[in-house]
């Protein structure tokens, strides 16, 4: 054999290796991770907590939106904010379901005025009259387990335990409600929160439902704001999703009737409750992770119990400025294309 035959033969035997150590790498390194199918049920538009925490759904490659559906009546409202939210977000992939319409009808509608020339009928993705039963359907026809956020009032989730109770074998719940050592604020005694004493009893349904279940109560989630340079950054970013957000914090603010909250969006957030329901759903790295029982008072607290059921709970943070940080960078920062 010719010299130089020998040599095409050394260097085409190197290639075949080459190649077969690249396959042989490429199928032991691990796979990316697989986004977590999720459905939010919000109380939109009451405080402006959740259309922060909408838009870090949107923002976080971790999760994949497969429905959004107002809850605590006032539904027209909601899913026109839902839709509309949704659409300037360039997201009209996502179906819209209108909630239960329950007391309470009347109230101040904060951020109506964003949505008041706004044609449901012209969402141009999906919307479900019965939102309650498209949360039930997706559940259960989904191939993989679903997490269910849910960052308002719970008629919604606890009607659809009711109507189909096996809902609970195929989904977890990860919701801001309760207060167990904490208050509103540092140092206060622990409260009836919001979330569960205005429906405490759909809230004690979805306490003691068979499905895993872990609650950012207002040990944590009362603490978050997000204030000076990074606020400033919020406030300046030419992000769709972020200026949607800052356009109904200003609506709000204004209905708010405290010439003090009406002058808030020029340097700091609102109290952020709902961001770390968010947060929780695909990530605890940042807070102190406790099992605890429950039990949902008629007065709307949640007291401990041994008798209550197991919650998983965020009752302190690791890093709180940390958490602050990372929700504006993922607000202000849009996704490549």
Same mark, same amino acid.
């Given at each position: 054999m010719q010299a130089n035959t020998v040599v095409r033969c050394l260097r085409l035997g190197c290639a075949l290796a080459l190649g077969l150590l690249v396959l042989n790498v490429a199928s032991s390194a691990p796979a990316a991770a697989k986004p977590i199918p999720v459905i939010l049920d919000t109380d939109i538009g009451d405080d402006i907590d959740d259309t922060?925490?909408?838009?870090? %759904?949107?923002?976080? +490659?971790?999760?994949?939106?497969?429905?959004? %559906?107002?809850?605590?009546? /006032?539904?027209?409202? /909601?899913?026109?904010?839902?839709?509309?939210?949704?659409?300037?977000?360039?997201?009209?992939? %996502?179906?819209?379901g209108v909630g239960l319409d329950i007391e309470p009808r009347g109230g101040t509608e904060r951020q109506g005025a964003w949505v008041k020339d706004y044609d449901l009928k012209s969402y141009p993705g999906r919307v479900h009259a019965d939102g309650v039963q498209a949360m039930i359907d997706? *559940? *259960?026809?989904?191939?993989?387990?679903?997490?269910? *956020?849910?960052?308002? +009032?719970? +008629?919604?989730?606890?009607?659809?335990?009711? /109507?189909?109770?096996? *809902?609970?074998?195929?989904? /977890?719940?990860?919701g801001m409600h309760g207060s167990v050592k904490l208050g509103y604020g540092r140092g206060s005694p622990p409260a009836a929160e919001w979330n569960v004493k205005a429906a405490p009893a759909a809230c004690r349904a979805v306490f003691e439902a068979p499905w895993p279940k872990t609650i950012t109560p207002l040990d944590t989630c009362g603490l978050v704001h997000v204030t000076g340079e990074n606020y400033q950054r919020f406030k300046n970013a030419t992000d769709p999703v972020a200026m949607a957000i800052l356009e109904n914090y200003r609506l709000w603010a204004a209905t708010g009737g405290d010439a003090g909250l009406k002058e808030q969006p020029a340097t700091r957030s609102s109290t952020l409750f709902d961001t770390v329901a968010v947060y929780l759903a695909f990530t605890e790295a940042l807070c102190?992770?406790?099992?605890?029982?429950?039990? %949902?008072?008629?007065d709307g607290f949640t007291r401990e119990d041994p008798a209550g059921p197991a919650v998983r709970a965020a009752l302190s943070w690791k890093d709180q400025a940390a958490f602050e940080r990372f929700l504006v960078e993922r607000l202000t920062s849009a996704p490549a294309n």
């Open positions: 922060w925490a909408l838009g870090l %759904v949107l923002r976080s +490659p971790e999760l994949d939106l497969k429905l959004a %559906v107002g809850d605590y009546g /006032r539904a027209p409202y /909601r899913a026109k904010l839902l839709a509309k939210f949704l659409q300037r977000a360039g997201r009209a992939d %996502v179906p819209v997706l *559940i *259960i026809k989904s191939p993989e387990p679903v997490t269910l *956020i849910a960052i308002g +009032p719970l +008629p919604n989730v606890a009607e659809a335990l009711r /109507r189909e109770p096996r *809902i609970a074998q195929r989904a /977890r719940f990860v102190r992770m406790e099992t605890v029982h429950l039990r %949902v008072t008629d």
